[in-house]
């Protein structure tokens, strides 16, 4: 199955894809050459350089961050309220249409 995700930049500019299910928002931008996204660390919660912030109205669909995850976004310039870390929200029927900003700077 394929979803919809919505990646906008800093500045408003917007980059709809289509990713399969179980596909991170991470592998997903990396992939697909969405800017704004560097996933340095593979997905390995090691890193917050796929920081990004959750449309408010998706957040209860996408979880909270975990512990490891939680730690992470402690290090990002930015964090808010719906911080998350994009390698750790995984394509699903349940997000489909998801819309993600990415914060000005990953450091």
Request: net charge negative; charged share 20%; aromatic share 2%.
């Amino acid at each position: 199955n394929m979803g919809k995700v919505t990646y906008l930049e800093h500045d408003g500019t917007a980059h709809p894809i289509e990713l399969e299910d179980g596909i991170s928002l991470m592998e997903g931008a990396i992939s697909n050459g969405i800017p704004g996204i560097d996933g340095d660390c593979g997905g390995q919660r090691a890193c917050a350089t796929c920081h990004v912030f959750v449309d408010e109205s998706w957040l209860p669909m996408t979880g909270g961050a975990g512990e490891q995850e939680d730690e992470m976004l402690e290090r990002a310039p930015e964090r808010g309220t719906n911080s998350r870390l994009a390698c750790q929200i995984a394509m699903s029927a349940a997000i489909d249409g998801i819309v993600v900003q990415m914060p000005e700077s990953q450091h």
